[in-house]
């Protein structure tokens, strides 16, 4: 494949992963993907794709915070908390039957779905926004559980942060997509830093994809912002069914 070609490929996913991500989470689900169709390495094709995920949910947060739409404290303790949970879940990855995870995913993640779905379809109200000692202990939780969600399984990170935000916290949909922005920001930023110490990034096909992102993370954040709560739970639907979409095949192919 030349290179022309693999820009060709990786571009246009990369600005919809980016756009579907700086809404709801699980651009992962589309970009990585990507970067695979080209025959490079996987070790240089996730190196690579932390490089453009990291730019795109940049200017994402960038625009979350411009507007209002983080709650910083809350989400400053949900990245330092996810960072150490990634740790953790990365270690227990290597005890754990990755398959059997999967599998327990396969269970949880629908219903995950259907409960977002409801809440959705019912408008049921959020449940008011803690304050203090009480959102500051969801906030951690939230990060560190699925902080080590990601280090044991990985897709969708960002969506049960937001599902996670809202159900428990009681921040609005909007502002818990963006404090889910600044949890991944951080956690790209540190794979990122790994990857590239390790010589695994792709340059000449990463910046470009990496200015993709840039204009995807930008224009989906606008969207979420204007559109609010409706615009980011039907993409959360979405998301949520790629993923069970995803665990799905991966178990068949371990069989």
Known sequence: MTPVEMLLIVCPLIFLASFIDSIAGGGGLISIPAYLLTGIPTH?????NKLSASAGTAFATLRFYR???????????????????????????LLIDAAV????????????AVFVLIRGRNGKSRPQQLEGRPLDLVCALAGFVIG??????????????????????????????GN???????????????????????????????????LGG?????LAIQKGRRMIQAVLILVMLGIIVKLAVDVLLSN
């Open 44 to 48: 240089m094709a996730f190196g690579s």
């Open 67 to 93: 507007h209002g739409k983080i709650h910083l404290r809350g989400a400053l303790i949900s990245a330092a908390l996810a960072l150490a949970g990634a740790a953790l879940g990365a270690r227990l990855n």
């Open 101 to 112: 995870l999967k599998k327990i995913m396969l269970v949880i993640v629908p219903a995950v």
């Open 148 to 177: 080590m969600y990601d280090g044991l399984v990985g897709p969708g990170t960002g969506s049960f942060l937001i599902v996670a935000y809202t159900a428990a916290a009681g921040y609005d949909h909007v502002t818990a997509s």
């Open 180 to 214: 889910a922005k600044v949890v991944n920001l951080a956690s790209n930023l540190a794979s990122l830093a790994v990857f590239i110490a390790s010589g695994q990034v792709l340059y000449w096909l990463a910046l470009p994809a990496a200015a993709c992102g840039i």
């Open 218 to 222: 930008w224009t989906g954040s606008k």
